[in-house]
């Protein structure tokens, strides 16, 4: 097992966070009501997003090989 540290980029969250469409391709439904529901959102996303990064980094498999964002689920 390895450790590693994840840094993303705050303007591309905000990107995100206002691009309905690109939500739709990273979240499910129930993880954009979860941030939506926070004061402080944006940190939020920026975690629910790396942590679906780091899981398929874990798997091997890095991003876009195989499994779609939305297939994970955080909560």
């Known amino acids: 097992m390895r450790v590693g540290i994840d840094v993303l980029d705050a303007d591309r969250m905000i990107k995100i966070s206002k ?3 690109h939500l ?3 979240f499910n439904s129930n993880e954009v009501e979860y941030f939506k529901d926070s004061n402080n959102y944006l940190p939020r996303l920026a975690g629910m997003y790396c942590a679906k990064e780091a899981f398929l980094k ?3 498999i890095g991003v876009r090989n195989g499994i779609n964002f939305q297939e994970i689920e955080v909560g």
């Open 24 to 26: 739709s391709q990273v």
């Open 19 to 21: 691009n309905e469409k």
């Open 58 to 60: 874990a798997l091997g």
